[in-house]
């Protein structure tokens, strides 16, 4: 069945689902909307498929056969992740996909959250983002790295463009490795069985948002999560992201919503954000 603007239903939540496994960052709400059409035509370029923004079975069928971005978290996880910190594809094109400062002390910050002061040398660079960037790019870029962002710095990279689908393949295969074994680190359960992709997801976002230390006051339901998952009191947990918003409550709405996804994400996993 050939899929275009205005249908509705099931058959168009797959087709999301399966846009999401190439980066897209699509809703999976059954309406073929103006996202979802762009969606498709970024994938007909990408997959080499040329033709208009529709998707016929073939281009389902190229979908559907491709891997999950990163299987701990499914795809699902990974657009969950990636929307949290770039909100949409649409956004991402206009606010991010060059770099940008974030609030101190954050560093100058490309992709999807990709902080450049936490890279140490330019062979990490390289190693992360020679497929999506060229190297005069990359030469840009190590003036940038391991140090505090500023207007300056800022200004000396904005000739750089991180196209979507690189971004979301070096925070697929690069950054989410990384935070998935951090998390690890702190939540050791994050790997039991009994909890399912959501519930892992819920868990690296805070910890890609937050970082792995548990120490200090404002770290007190971390460390209550980390006793809850310990005592195997799961159902606990969701509490704890809510009991967080307290940390930006009139300071940063993103926060306090993305603490709340996260609670919710925990209780009724990817369907209740639309995106399973």
Aim: charged share 25%; net charge positive.
């Amino acid at each position: 069945m050939r899929l275009k603007a205005g249908h509705r239903g099931e058959d168009v939540k797959v087709l999301q689902r399966n846009l999401n496994k190439l980066g897209e960052l699509v809703l999976v709400d059954g309406d073929f909307g103006s996202s979802t059409r762009e969606a498709v035509r970024n994938v007909r370029v990408t997959l080499g498929m040329p033709g208009p923004a529709e998707a016929d079975d073939e281009l389902q069928a190229r979908l559907a056969a491709a891997p999950d971005l990163f299987p701990p978290l499914t795809s699902a996880g990974v657009t969950f992740i990636a929307r949290e910190e770039v909100s949409s594809a649409a956004a991402y094109r206009r606010q991010y996909q060059a770099p940008c400062l974030p609030p101190a002390p954050s560093g100058i910050t490309i992709g999807i959250g990709y902080d450049c002061r936490f890279v140490t040398t330019k062979r990490d660079l390289e190693s992360d983002w020679s497929d999506v960037l060229s190297a005069a790019d990359i030469d840009r870029l190590v003036a940038v790295i391991g140090v505090p962002g500023t207007p300056q710095l800022c200004e000396h990279v904005a000739g750089v463009v991180v196209p979507l689908g690189g971004a979301m393949r070096v925070f697929a295969t690069r950054s989410l490795p990384k935070y998935f074994e951090l998390t690890r680190q702190v939540y050791p359960e994050l790997t039991d069985p009994v909890l399912d992709a959501a519930k892992r997801t819920a868990l690296v976002s805070l910890i890609y948002n937050r970082g792995n230390s548990l120490d200090g006051e404002r770290r007190s339901e971390m460390r209550t999560i980390q006793a809850l998952l310990a005592a195997r009191r799961f159902s606990e947990v969701a509490a704890q992201f809510e009991s967080m918003t307290r940390l930006w409550q009139g300071v940063a709405a993103g926060l306090v919503k993305r603490r709340q996804s996260e609670a919710t994400l925990w209780r009724s996993g990817f369907r209740a954000l639309q995106l399973e």
